[in-house]
């Protein structure tokens, strides 16, 4: 990427080096230890202070790791199930069940595709409402049989097509968020790369939120949004800066629950440790929310999804408790979920 030149110039030196010695039976390892010593310390400087923008371009990195790495890596015995019963089967998410560590979960993820054939084929990420209809209704599914749900959330939106539109493309993301909101099983959901307005909410809607360390979340894409605040597109990071969707950003405002780490350098340079940082986390987030009563959860992630905001969902609770304590009507309906 454009803010990596002297990275790049140090990994090509120690290429040189690598070649030179096989040629001249030369040992240069000494050398090539010190300048790879120097491409670490040169990342970690970068990566510790990237600005928005440069953010929005590493969660865009081709070799990013897609939700297929992370279902080959991560997820054991992996059973995809297909279609939303009303109109085909959208592959632009992806659902089925699998284990992840020692929980059995069902899986719900938006897939890119990494081959030019395969983003077409799953519309470059951009689910149809076919696609939020089949991951409901699969859910719905693990509720019934009391299986803990997983989403891994990338996708620069929901398609905007005429047909999508004809589909019923708000409605279908509406009904999810609804839906989700009351389910009684966890839900984890992580954001791995963009998470693009609606298109990344249709399938955000859980007791725990996360995200990369180097992915966004935003309402709109930073070229969308100067588009419309300046008519010119080049302001996009300009935009990206006033969105605030960093996961440091996101951390301070209470919007999401944690920021998982990726190896130095970003996601696409280390896959493996990545992946194993995801599974981690989704592993301690379902060990904490299964101490936890069905009546609790529910309520806990209704007054989450109450308090964006407000301040905190912390701040919230407390002010719920004051009411409740005196006998408040408000405290009494705010802490019903059935009027989500």
């Known amino acids: 990427m454009d803010f990596e030149h002297k990275v790049l110039e140090l990994e090509q030196q120690v290429e040189e080096l690598r070649k030179l010695g096989m040629r001249k039976g030369i040992d240069y390892s ?3 230890r010190r300048l790879e010593k120097e491409r670490i310390a040169e990342l970690k400087r970068i990566y510790s202070n990237l600005t928005a923008w440069q953010t929005v371009q590493v969660a865009r990195h081709p070799q990013r790791p897609i939700l297929t790495d992370y279902l080959n890596l991560m997820v054991r015995d992996f059973r995809e199930l297909h279609g939303d019963r009303c109109f085909g089967d959208d592959r632009a998410i992806v659902v089925g069940i699998g284990q992840i560590a020692r929980s059995r979960v069902l899986i719900v993820g938006q897939n890119k595709g990494r081959t030019t054939k395969e983003k077409i084929a799953c519309n470059f990420g951009c689910p149809n409402p076919e696609g939020y209809r089949k991951a409901i ?8 049989f009391g299986l803990p749900i997983v989403t891994l959330i990338d996708t620069p939106g929901a398609y905007p097509g005429i047909g999508a539109e004809e589909r019923g493309q708000a409605q279908a993301i509406a ?12 839900i984890v959901c992580i954001c791995i790369g963009e998470g693009g307005s609606g298109g990344a909410l249709g399938i955000a809607v859980g007791d725990r939120l996360a995200m990369l360390e180097f992915a966004y979340y935003s309402v709109i894409s930073p070229e969308g949004c100067a588009a419309i605040l300046w008519r010119d597109g080049s302001q996009a990071p300009d935009a990206a800066r006033a969105l605030k969707l960093t996961g440091k950003d996101l951390l301070k405002l209470d919007l999401i ?20 940082n995801v599974e981690s986390y989704i592993s301690r987030a379902l060990t904490e929310l299964r101490r936890m009563t069905t009546e609790e959860m529910i309520e806990s992630r209704y007054r989450k999804w109450r308090s964006i905001g407000t301040g905190g969902a912390v701040r919230v609770e407390r002010k719920a408790t004051r009411i409740v304590a005196t006998g408040g009507v408000a405290g009494r309906r705010s802490s019903s979920p059935a009027t989500v």
């Open 175 to 186: 009904v999810n968020l609804t839906e989700m909101s009351r389910l009684k099983v966890p």
């Open 30 to 32: 000494v050398e090539i």
């Open 257 to 276: 629950d944690a920021i998982v780490p990726e190896p130095v350098g970003g996601a696409h340079r280390n896959v493996h440790d990545t992946v194993h």
């Open 137 to 144: 209704a699969k859910m719905r599914f693990a509720e019934k």
